[in-house]
């Protein structure tokens, strides 16, 4: 399993991560990090979805002490997946019969991609956002 980050400004580094992810995996993360990296005035904001480990009360609780550092983007349960990650993962899963070894090929292929690319999804992020709410959290062309 991989675990990774990317934001407007900047791929953030994957983490492979051996086992199932689970809350305490999810927190050793390079997700502070990055953040403070990328947003070193605390302005930006984190997306994740309602993955069980994204939930965990010990990770709620550590985005509530880490507040000052960014704004954690509320997921609503049972909602459409826009999260443009969905999209990276799909670019990997494309381009990794052409490496040794997944875990090789996903590494090549992550540091590998194009900050157009990235940048895209951020800027469909409202796009996105308001497609949801027009279809009632219906099926959305994302």
Not at 111 to 135: C, G
């Amino acid at each position: 399993m991989l675990w990774g980050t990317f934001s407007w400004a900047a791929l953030g580094s994957v983490v492979v991560v051996e086992q199932t992810m689970k809350d305490a995996n999810y927190l050793n993360s390079q997700l502070h990090p990055y953040m403070a990296f990328v947003f070193p005035t605390g302005n930006g904001i984190f997306q994740q979805d309602n993955a069980p480990c994204h939930k965990a009360r010990i990770v709620l609780e550590w985005f509530e002490e880490h507040t000052d550092a960014f704004h954690l983007m509320s997921w609503p349960p049972n909602s459409p997946h826009p999260n443009p990650m969905k999209h990276i993962w799909d670019v990997m899963e494309l381009k990794h019969h052409h490496v040794r070894t997944l875990r090789d090929c996903c590494l090549n292929i992550w540091y590998n991609l194009s900050p157009v690319m990235y940048q895209k999804l951020v800027a469909s992020i409202p796009r996105r956002d308001a497609a949801v709410l027009k279809a009632k959290g219906g099926a959305t062309r994302y």
